[in-house]
């Protein structure tokens, strides 16, 4: 499903560069009747009407193909998520089924809502995005850039310098990730437990009056997630 979605949303990439090749032939097409000066009535003598036509379909044409394969993409990219999603929920509960009421007492329900829901939530972006995004971005950018050489190249020369300019600045943006990423991931274990107990605990802080107190670990575990985000 994922190479089948790739496909697609190239395609699309295809698609979408397509409308502006076909403004550019049509201003082209069309060029002549700006240095008309109107003294006769057969001013569309000037254009070829066959070459109008055809950019005029090939830019309308390309619009909705270009969104109709771009949504084919997702939507197969999508559903293979969703398959992927409830096939590992239902492995996870499978096996929490199979654990000792030991291990709940020792790991606080928060801990299970992150493995079974936030953990898998996260990989909706791996399956259900990367794929058609890259291909799209991919496919998309190299059909503009071909383009701007084949019209000038040194166009084509400065569409390469975006690339480039991001090129150098992946590194830096990379450094550090992995340690990041464990950090809020620690940090995002931590909040789910503290609000599970402040939930929890809500009636008896009611009852004796221990609102700070009980409200403290809940305040520094969100303070900590939120520094987890910097």
Request: no cysteine; hydrophobic share 50%.
């Amino acid at each position: 499903p994922l190479l089948l979605a790739g496909v697609l949303s190239g395609v699309g990439a295809l698609s979408s560069v397509l409308p502006i090749i076909a403004v550019m032939e049509l201003v082209r097409i069309l060029a002549p009747l700006a240095s008309y000066d109107g003294s006769t009535p057969a001013s569309w003598s000037l254009v070829d009407t066959g070459r109008l036509w055809l950019a005029g379909g090939v830019l309308i044409g390309s619009l909705i193909a270009a969104s109709l394969l771009t949504f084919a993409g997702y939507h197969v990219s999508h559903s293979a998520d969703m398959t992927f999603s409830r096939y590992v929920r239902q492995r996870q509960v499978d096996q929490l089924l199979r654990l000792p009421l030991d291990w709940f007492h020792r790991n606080s329900s928060g801990k299970v809502k992150k493995i079974v829901q936030d953990d898998v939530a996260k990989t909706h972006q791996l399956i259900a995005h990367v794929v058609p995004d890259a291909t799209g971005a991919v496919a998309g950018g190299i059909i503009s850039v071909s383009y701007l050489f084949i019209v000038d190249w040194r166009i084509g020369v400065l569409g390469l310098l975006p690339v480039a300019a991001v090129a150098a600045a992946f590194p830096l943006m990379m450094k550090d990730l992995t340690r990041q990423f464990s950090r809020f991931s620690v940090a995002a274990a931590e909040l789910n437990s503290a609000t599970v107990e402040l939930v929890r605990g809500i009636a008896p802080m009611k009852v004796f009056a221990s609102h700070d107190r009980g409200g403290q670990r809940f305040r520094d575990r969100s303070a900590n997630f939120v520094a987890s985000l910097s």
